[in-house]
């Protein structure tokens, strides 16, 4: 039963590629009040959504579009610049959502973060959790494995080399489809009453080697998988171009997974989406010409 098809729903990020999905699961489910919340609205063209301005760095937008709201996605944004402003601009969504008595916040976080975490950005996310969680909201945090659509990180060099570098090991990686948590993230907006914290995995736990050979059976190619130990492979994604910010995310989400902090399989999108999430081989099936570029 879903019991916010007509109560106020804003989503934040709306023009990304997340809060797109989320207000399509939305409408699609009968929702009738969606906001989409962007730092311009202007440039929205989503039917069935009315576009509002929301700026993590300016608290009087947050204020004005938070007013009147019942339930509320904030999409962790995309300042990811190691100067702590991801991490203010949460904290000033969290208090501007509290100060708006904004029923139900439904946040997007990661696996397991902690202060001691690879993937740089985890503090980020454990200061936001933490923040909801002392703010008196109820809430429903969604801590969303590595998506499929990350593939296309690494892929592209992959298919010029016919190599993936990689200091996984033999880590495992429960990712899923970026649909799927979209859907899961609908279902909490509509249906979540009590506060909780869902882990959102795919439907299994890979290796790398059982990824690639999953790729390879997709596509059509013969991608050998090289293993490496981190600060070769930083140094060498660096050295080929890659910029330093996306070699250390890659590098942390490897260490991640091979100290295995993404590992863990849950019922969770199925619980809060209604439906099984994707294994990666149907979802390579397709978006195998997405995939080739």
């Keep these: 039963m879903t019991d916010h098809l007509t109560s106020p729903i804003l989503v934040t990020g709306a023009g990304g590629a997340l809060g797109r999905l989320v207000l399509a ?13 962007s730092r311009s609205p202007a440039a929205l063209a989503i039917a069935g959504a009315t576009p509002v301005r929301v700026d993590f760095e300016d608290p009087a937008s947050l204020d004005a579009a938070f ?35 904004v029923g139900h916040v439904v946040y997007t976080s990661m696996p397991a973060p902690a202060a001691d975490h690879p993937i740089f ?35 592209p ?42 882990e959102l995995s795919g439907p299994e736990a890979q290796t790398v080697p059982e990824q ?9 190619t013969d991608i050998a998988v090289v293993p490496m130990e981190d600060a070769a492979l930083e140094a060498t994604l660096t050295g080929a171009g890659v910029p330093a910010p996306l070699a250390a995310l890659l590098v942390g989400a490897d260490r991640a997974a091979r100290e295995g902090r993404m590992a863990t399989v849950t019922g969770h999108v199925e619980r809060l989406s209604g439906r099984a999430p994707q294994r990666l081989s149907a979802w390579l099936a397709a978006n195998a010409d997405l995939l080739r570029g």
């Design 25 to 37: 699961e939305l409408m699609a489910r009968g929702a009738t009040d969606l906001r989409a919340g």
């Design 67 to 101: 007013a009147g709201v019942e339930r509320l996605l904030i999409i962790s944004t995309d300042a990811l610049d190691g100067a702590g402003t991801r991490q203010r601009q949460h904290l000033a969504a969290v208090a501007a959502a509290a100060r708006a008595g």
């Design 121 to 155: 950005f985890a503090p980020d996310h454990l200061a936001t959790e933490q923040a909801i969680k002392a703010s008196g909201l109820g809430y429903t945090i969604l801590r969303n494995n590595w998506y499929f659509e990350n593939l296309s990180l690494s892929l």
């Design 157 to 198: 060099s992959a298919l010029v080399h016919s190599a993936h570098l990689t200091s996984a090991a033999e880590g495992r990686i429960a990712h899923g489809a970026r649909a799927d948590f979209a859907s899961a993230a609908a279902g909490a907006l509509l249906e979540e009453k009590d506060s909780a914290t869902y």
């Design 212 to 220: 690639f050979a999953a790729i390879n059976a997709a596509l059509g």
